[in-house]
């Protein structure tokens, strides 16, 4: 006998009943809500793994999108799927794709199933490790690498302005009667005290970014990013108010 | 020439092409890492690459087709041409399947799981097709050899005898066509999705590939080597078979769904990655210390080969097994690293092969591509992943270590994609010339 071939024929099989065993692993799991299921078509058909990942597995053109729904919000990715060019204007572009209404919910459906929302533990996977986000300084101190001056208030600005175009530049412009997704913020400072009675504009702008909802804009949708307030520390909400308290309509 | 070789020729020839049209389609699509893309809407990355990793696929199956039938095809023992007609009808189809897939890749036809598939109905081709080469390649071997060694070929013998290489490569074809269908199973949700993909991954590419790609190199090693082919054989058998019971770890590891098992599989792939890759380096600095005389460039490629896969599927896929470090890094630029050297050191064996059995077929001990095609496409390669490398790094640290977004952390490494990007334009050109340098030294086939 030719022990060679004999040994090579052994790991054959053993590599194929590990593989094996792992397939059918595969097949205990619930099914999902026909709805994630109809969006797991929309997501093939559409070539999104050739950007995005989903539990890390995917292309690598685009972010995980793991747990977008909870990052960014229903309301946000509605508006995203249907103009994603408004979005992140000077970073990469993704296509649109032309999705209607229920193709949109589908895939919304799915990218919630997929983040554990409303779901079977069981059937969902624990990743990743650290929170993985789309934009934004993550554990950086921003504020060690601006330019600002050595005046505290300076840094504050500095830092809210680096917020802000993190944040907030790919829906609100800062030129007047700019309109992107949401309303221009020239003149913000001034304005946001007329908005609400009672309230400063500092107190506007806070509640507007803790509470988007709570006060629309006549003629703009409710996409606002509604955890702002989770994703932000204190000083990164104090810099950014700051930061656009510098916008007073006389501001050149 | 027989139609055998006919048909290994026009296989070679066809790769070669294939190998161009990907050259082009991976440099178009790495462009798009830096910072302004004109085309990001008419042409999307995913269309791009998605064409380039379909097209990388049909070049490396190609050539190993070739490998395998040429290997088959030296093991006859009489040169009566069995099967010939259909062999030459299963060109034609594969040819046709070629061509479809090609030009479903340029119309943004493709779609599915694991960055992208053909569409389904070239799926089953697919499936067919390799199903039939495998048959008919089978069917001229004596299967009362398979697991012993003749100790005499009869007279008029018409079928030929079973040797290690054909066994290595036939156990890849299955497992490449079990892995294509895998890919084709529906899943009920997303994990069930995610399991199937990487395992249909996993058995077609790192698995199937990988067992065909060593077969091919081994028996090129039986050319350049003074070294006894039975020994030569024997040092297959058992790299290979390590190999892939350290691969199936490593596709059962990326699961992540069964924690403790995923541990220790995980952790033993990491070890066997290792030992599988230090096995062959060893056994070819044995088999390359003896060497014989021969002056086609098969040598070169086969060292470079098994650079890229020890450093790819060995080294970098033993860390990246690691159940820590692979949670942490599953899917930035490192796994994507660790998959192409893969696949690039498959191609360095498959080019390796065309220069040795096309100069065999010409009936000269001569290299039918130059150095400068070697050279470009090793330099390419090797500097462009070592940019790509320390990206994956950057990236693993900045975006997964310290939550900084992705898009921030993509524009902080336009430098390292540049410098990919440089490679691959180094990469592109050794394609180019070495087409040419194949193109210009024919061998005549049978009308």
Redesign the interface.
């Known amino acids: 006998?030719?022990?060679?071939?004999?040994?090579?024929?052994?790991?054959?099989v053993?590599?194929?009943g590990?593989?094996g065993l792992?397939?059918g692993?595969?097949?205990h799991?619930?099914?999902?809500p026909p709805s994630?299921a109809a969006g797991?078509e929309v997501w093939?058909?559409t070539?999104?793994?050739?950007?995005h990942?989903?539990?890390?597995?995917?292309?690598?053109?685009?972010?995980?999108l793991t747990h977008i729904v909870a990052d960014r919000g229903e309301a946000y990715l509605r508006e995203f799927f249907v103009n994603p060019?408004a979005f992140?204007p000077d970073?990469?572009?993704?296509?649109?794709f032309n999705l209607t209404r229920d193709e949109v919910t589908n895939l919304i459906s799915?990218l919630r199933?997929?983040g554990g929302e409303g779901t079977d533990a069981s059937?969902?996977?624990d990743?990743?490790?650290?929170?993985?986000?789309?934009?934004?300084?993550?554990?950086?101190s921003v504020s060690s690498v601006s330019i600002a001056s050595a005046s505290g208030a300076d840094d504050s600005v500095a830092l809210g302005k680096t917020l802000f175009g993190?944040n907030c530049a790919s829906c609100h412009s800062l030129e007047p009667d700019v309109k992107i997704i949401g309303p221009s913020l020239w003149g913000i400072a001034d304005r946001g005290a007329t908005r609400v009675a009672g309230q400063s504009a500092e107190q506007y702008i806070r509640e507007s970014v803790l509470h988007p909802s709570d006060y629309l804009v006549e003629g703009f949708p409710d996409v606002m990013q509604k955890n702002l307030g989770e994703k932000l520390s204190a000083d990164e909400l104090d810099g950014l108010i700051a930061f656009l308290m510098t916008y007073t309509k006389d501001r050149s | 020439m027989s139609d055998t070789r006919s048909i290994v020729y026009r296989l070679c020839a066809q790769t070669v092409l294939l190998l161009v049209w990907y050259a082009g389609a991976s440099l178009l699509a790495a462009v798009k890492f830096l910072s302004v893309d004109p085309l990001a809407v008419a042409l999307p990355y995913s269309q791009v690459n998605g064409f380039a990793n379909v097209v990388l696929h049909l070049t490396l199956i190609t050539g190993l087709l070739a490998g395998g039938l040429y290997i088959a095809g030296l093991q006859s023992i009489t040169d009566k041409p069995q099967n010939e007609r259909g062999l030459v009808s299963l060109w034609r189809g594969w040819t046709l399947f070629l061509v479809l897939s090609v030009l479903a890749g340029l119309l943004g036809l493709l779609e599915g799981r694991a960055n992208a598939e053909l569409p389904f109905v070239l799926d089953i081709a697919e499936i067919i097709l390799l199903a039939l080469w495998l048959v008919i390649i089978l069917r001229r071997l004596d299967s009362s050899t398979l697991l012993n060694t003749p100790i005499h070929a009869g007279q008029g013998t018409t079928r030929a005898a079973w040797n290690g290489f054909l066994m290595v490569w036939a156990a890849g074809l299955t497992l490449c066509i079990a892995g294509l269908l895998i890919g084709l199973l529906p899943a009920s949700n997303m994990l069930s999705e995610r399991v199937l993909g990487v395992l249909s991954q996993g058995l077609c590419d790192t698995l199937g590939l990988g067992s065909m790609g060593l077969a091919v190199a081994f028996w090129v090693l039986t050319r350049v080597s003074n070294s006894a082919t039975a020994w030569i054989e024997a040092s297959l058998l058992r790299v290979a078979g390590v190999f892939l019971i350290a691969n199936a770890l490593s596709s059962a590891a990326q699961v992540l769904h069964l924690p403790n098992a995923i541990q220790a599989a995980g952790i033993g792939a990491a070890l066997l990655s290792l030992f599988a890759t230090a096995w062959l380096i060893a056994h070819s600095y044995r088999a390359l210390s003896n060497r014989a005389p021969i002056h086609t460039l098969a040598v070169h490629w086969f060292v470079l080969g098994v650079i890229l896969l020890s450093v790819g599927s060995g080294l970098l896929g033993a860390v990246l097994s690691l159940p820590a470090v692979q949670a942490a890094a599953q899917g930035t630029q490192l796994t994507v690293l660790q998959h192409h050297l893969g696949a690039m050191g498959l191609l360095a064996w498959v080019l390796g092969f065309i220069n040795q059995a096309v100069a065999e077929m010409r009936g000269q001990n001569f290299r039918i591509t130059g150095l400068v095609p070697f050279w470009c496409v090793a330099l390419g390669l090797g500097g462009g992943s070592l940019a790509f490398f320390a990206a994956g790094v950057v990236q693993l640290y900045l975006e997964r270590l310290m939550s900084m977004g992705y898009l921030e952390t993509q524009a902080a490494l336009v430098p390292l994609y540049a410098l990919w990007i440089l490679g691959l334009l180094i990469f592109a050109p050794g394609v180019a010339f070495y087409a040419l340098g194949f193109r210009a030294r024919p061998v005549e086939t049978v009308a």
Do not use: K
């Open positions: 006998m030719n022990g060679g071939r004999i040994f090579f024929t052994l790991c054959l053993l590599a194929v590990l593989i792992v397939t692993s595969a097949f799991h619930q099914s999902m994630a797991l093939r058909a070539g999104c793994e050739g950007c990942t989903l539990y890390g597995i995917g292309g690598n053109y685009g972010p995980d060019n992140h970073q990469r572009v993704m296509p649109r799915l199933h997929v059937v969902v996977l990743w990743p490790p650290n929170p993985i986000r789309v934009s934004g300084t993550g554990g950086f993190q």
